[in-house]
């Protein structure tokens, strides 16, 4: 992987060790598509992949109430900071 990320001119970033709160939200997030649909569904192709990711990030910035938010949605959050 860090060959090919080279290879694309992408950068590794690592999180200091012993440190896995700067991690948090990745991970949060990473749990949050594994139980809600990637463990769910027997995708036939890397495209019906991406195409139900990109429904499902929408649906997760646009409709979904984030708790943590206050129960609004992100894009209502960053509607607020504007």
Same mark, same amino acid.
């Given at each position: *992987? /860090?060959?090919?990320?080279?290879?694309?001119? /992408?950068?590794i970033?690592y999180?200091?060790?012993?440190?896995p709160?700067?991690?948090a939200y990745?991970?949060?997030?990473?749990?949050?598509?594994?139980?809600?649909?990637l #463990?769910?569904?027997v995708?036939?192709?890397?495209?019906?992949?991406q195409?139900?990711a990109?429904r499902? /990030?929408?649906?997760?910035?646009h409709e979904?109430?984030? *708790?943590?938010?206050?129960?609004?949605?992100?894009k209502?959050?960053? #509607? *607020? #900071? #504007?």
């Amino acid at each position: *992987m /860090i060959e090919w990320a080279e290879k694309k001119g /992408i950068r590794i970033e690592y999180i200091q060790p012993g440190k896995p709160q700067q991690n948090a939200y990745v991970e949060r997030f990473n749990r949050t598509v594994r139980y809600e649909w990637l #463990a769910q569904y027997v995708f036939e192709s890397l495209g019906q992949v991406q195409d139900y990711a990109t429904r499902w /990030i929408w649906n997760y910035n646009h409709e979904r109430p984030n *708790m943590a938010l206050g129960g609004i949605t992100p894009k209502q959050r960053l #509607a *607020m #900071a #504007a």
